[in-house]
């Protein structure tokens, strides 16, 4: 008896630890795959910046804030913070901003903006921001927005963005360049010299001073020659 219980121990001992690690996946790896499919708020460097949910009163914008549908995000300067949507897609807001998040675009009011798309992303829609003069429809690329009262500014950081007008025209930018709506017309689209791209990569405060990643950024650098 003695003999059959050491040959039988082992395989006992086999079977249990083979349950504990089955056991211990089950548990670990819902956890590990796991992630929030809602907007939410990733960042927030500096403030003021709040965020409206839909018929709430406004508030300070918070790291892990969940935001709901037609949440509405302004800052103040110096404010900024950064968003992830429920598809993978971030952005950051900044300057004296307003904007909207909608089901399908991002509606931006005021301020600027940059949004892009991770690269090797499979989303099949584009990430869509709309402005008072136009849309910026975008697609594994880094756009800069900045509306003011006088004109609105587009910039293609890198890849490829469409412009529809609210006159019907369409745009279409590379990496590098810029379009720009302003009181006496549409100018551009053309490429930033290399110098205000210089300007532009050093002193920009939704390309620097974030805790959260942006994945783009190397790509950025690596596409028009820049350093930070």
């Known amino acids: 008896m003695a003999l059959l219980r050491s040959f039988r121990h082992p395989r006992t001992l086999s079977l249990a630890a083979g349950a504990v690690i089955v056991s211990g996946l089950t548990l670990v790896l819902p956890g590990a795959t796991a ?9 927030v460097p500096s403030r003021p910046a709040f965020v409206k949910p839909q018929a709430s009163p406004e508030r300070p914008a918070l790291v892990g804030q ?3 549908p037609s949440t509405v995000l302004r ?11 429920a ?8 300057g004296n901003a307003q904007l909207r998040i909608e ?9 600027r903006i940059i949004a892009w798309i991770d690269p090797g992303s499979k989303g099949s829609t584009p ?12 697609q594994g690329t880094t756009v800069f927005i900045e509306a003011t009262a006088e004109t609105v500014l587009f910039l293609s950081w890198e890849g490829k963005v469409e412009v529809r007008a609210a006159d019907g025209s369409v745009y279409r930018l ?3 360049q810029r379009l720009e709506a302003t009181p006496q017309g549409w100018k551009g689209p053309h490429r930033m010299d290399a110098a205000e791209a210089r300007q532009r990569r050093r002193n920009s ?7 959260a990643p942006m994945q783009t950024l190397p790509v950025i650098e690596r596409e028009l020659g820049l350093a930070p």
């Open 35 to 43: 992630a929030p499919r809602v907007p939410r708020v990733v960042d």
């Open 66 to 68: 969940v935001l709901g």
């Open 75 to 85: 800052t103040e300067n110096p404010g900024r913070l950064q968003i992830l949507l």
């Open 87 to 94: 598809d993978g897609r971030s952005f950051r807001l900044g």
């Open 103 to 111: 089901p399908n675009l991002l509606d931006l009011v005021r301020g």
């Open 127 to 138: 990430l869509r921001v709309r402005t008072r003069v136009g849309t910026a429809s975008i």
């Open 174 to 176: 590379t990496s590098g």
């Open 205 to 211: 405060e939704l390309l620097n001073g974030f805790q």
